[in-house]
């Protein structure tokens, strides 16, 4: 069913100077040109104080990347900080935006998660526009979040026919916040090509924050509107993450009509879902089981199954981190720090039509990550 055509590197960490030797947090977006862009934080370590983002193109369908030389300011109004995300989206023909999540660093010492609180530091969403394919990006500007504090960037950024655009985030709360988590995932809608932005509409909330749907991906459906959404749920009473979630949904005028939210029985965290000309659902999915695995999944009836038959291991880690979180009885402070030390991971998929598909991930040991792609067929039944 599954044929592995080729595989490469887009960036070779191990050629980089030690400050540009973490690359992680991949995206894909094929442009109407036939060119494709990924973007990425690049750093040091993870989410370190000093990390920013970078661009990378391929004009070949993926063979071969090279490092564009655009450079993104990560002060904002004065204040340093540290960028994450670099999710794209081609609005009209050779017009791009980007969007990114900027982490306050005015104190460095100061870690992406505060293990007392359990807050992030305080962010910013951020949108930048090129006109010319990515060449060339204008300044920042700030995207309005409302009232939601501890926000950042979770995925691919939506786009349907009409031009309709939507960014998702999280919201969960800020460093020195005494209160309690409540964790969301939200969409911010564009119709006027990134001018201006919805205020949030809610994907995802455990009624009693007892489950966090961390990461969300999301993919259009076959009409104007609908998504597919693709959840790493991790359940805090049980101290263990569950198997992949998923919500079916619309977006209606200014607000999302969406089904319940639905167990898989695909194990992992984050899972990234395409969609194929012939409806077939795909989910492309990290799994830090021993040993762990990037895996592709297979639906033929839109997310009701997931055959086990079907799944295709893309690639297999060693994970060679200091990791002491294991499946169960999760300390949720700990397993903070684990996502700090994991060196493999952050799915992202594109459809490049005719059954194939376009697969990034990060992978390489603690002091080094690449980033790595693979591009897939999928064959009928």
Not at 37 to 57: E, V, W, Y
Not at 153 to 175: C, N, Q, V
Request: glycine share 10%; aromatic share 10%; net charge negative.
């Amino acid at each position: 069913m599954y044929l592995l055509e080729n595989q490469g590197l887009i960036f070779e960490a191990t050629e980089q100077p030690p400050p540009q030797r973490i690359a992680c947090f991949t995206s894909l977006c094929p442009l109407r040109s036939g060119t494709i862009l990924c973007g990425f934080q690049n750093g040091p370590t993870k989410n370190a104080a000093t990390s920013t983002i970078r661009l990378c193109r391929s004009t070949d369908g993926g063979q071969s990347w090279q490092l564009l030389p655009a450079r993104f300011e990560t002060d904002w109004e004065g204040a340093a900080g540290s960028l994450s995300g670099a999710e794209l989206v081609e609005v009209e023909p050779g017009r791009l935006l980007l969007f990114a999540t900027w982490f306050d660093r005015r104190d460095p010492l100061r870690p992406l998660f505060d293990p007392v609180s359990e807050g992030i530091l305080k962010s910013k969403q951020l949108l930048a526009v090129s006109n010319d394919d990515g060449n060339t990006w204008s300044d920042w500007r700030e995207v309005p979040v409302g009232e939601l504090k501890g926000c950042a960037l979770t995925g691919p950024i939506l786009r349907w026919a009409d031009g309709t655009i939507a960014f998702p985030l999280e919201s969960f709360k800020e460093y020195d916040d005494p209160h309690p988590g409540r964790h969301a995932a939200w969409l911010l809608v564009s119709r006027d090509g990134g001018q201006s932005f919805s205020p949030p509409m809610l994907v995802a909330q455990h009624p009693e924050h007892k489950v966090y749907y961390w990461d969300q991906r999301l993919c259009g459906g076959a009409s104007l509107g609908e998504f597919t959404a693709l959840f790493w749920t991790h359940d805090l009473a049980e101290q263990r993450d569950l198997t992949v979630h998923l919500r079916r949904g619309a977006l209606v005028g200014e607000r999302i009509i969406a089904s319940g939210i639905c167990a898989t029985p695909i194990p992992g965290q984050i899972a990234a879902p395409a969609r194929l000309d012939d409806g077939r659902l795909l989910a492309f999915v990290v799994d830090r089981g021993r040993p762990g695995t990037m895996t592709l999944w297979c639906s033929h009836d839109g997310g009701e199954t997931w055959p086990a038959s079907e799944r295709f291991v893309v690639y297999t880690h060693d994970e060679r981190a200091a990791i002491t979180q294991g499946r169960e009885q999760i300390d949720f402070k700990q397993y903070w720090e684990d996502m700090g030390k994991w060196s493999f991971g952050h799915p992202a998929i594109r459809s490049l039509g005719g059954g194939r598909v376009l697969l990034a991930w990060y992978a390489g040991v603690p002091d080094c990550m690449s980033l790595h792609w693979a591009r897939v067929r999928i064959n009928s039944r």
